[in-house]
Nanobody, 124 residues
Framework: QVQLVESGGDLVQPGGSLRLSCVGVGIRLEHYAVGWFRQAPGKDRERVSC??????????YYLDSVKGRFTISRDNGKNAIYLELHSLQPGDSANYSCVNYLSSRCTSTRTEHWGQGTQVTVSA
């Protein structure tokens, strides 16, 4: 059974940092572009970041509001995608989930397997 499993969410104070992990089970993430999305209560889900298979297939994507604060990376040896979150703000509070695309590129809209998500709460 294919799963994407997220972890790393927590309650942090404004200005704090977290590292979220997305690990593939039954799927090799190195073959797919992978995106991180977030959804806060009462708001639409939005794509926060995406990483292609390699630079051959395009550049990483960041939502404008997180540029310079979030960094996405992959570790193919660990079959994992990471999202580092810095200078966190209350507006970053949401459930963060990862998904693989049926493509090597982040320009694709064809998503496949979604994880259950990990909760990030930014509050004093």
């Amino acid at each position: 059974q294919v799963q994407l499993v997220e972890s790393g969410g927590d309650l942090v104070q404004p200005g704090g940092s977290l590292r979220l992990s997305c690990v593939g089970v039954g799927i090799r993430l190195e073959h797919y572009a992978v995106g991180w999305f977030r959804q806060a209560p009462g708001k639409d889900r939005e794509r926060v970041s995406c990483i292609p298979v390699s630079s051959t297939y395009g550049t990483t994507y960041y939502l404008d509001s997180v540029k310079g604060r979030f960094t996405i990376s992959r570790d193919n040896g660990k079959n994992a995608i990471y999202l580092e979150l810095h200078s966190l703000q209350p507006g970053d509070s949401a459930n963060y989930s990862c998904v693989n695309y049926l493509s090597s590129r982040c320009t694709s809209t064809r998503t496949e397997h979604w994880g259950q998500g990990t909760q990030v709460t930014v509050s004093a």
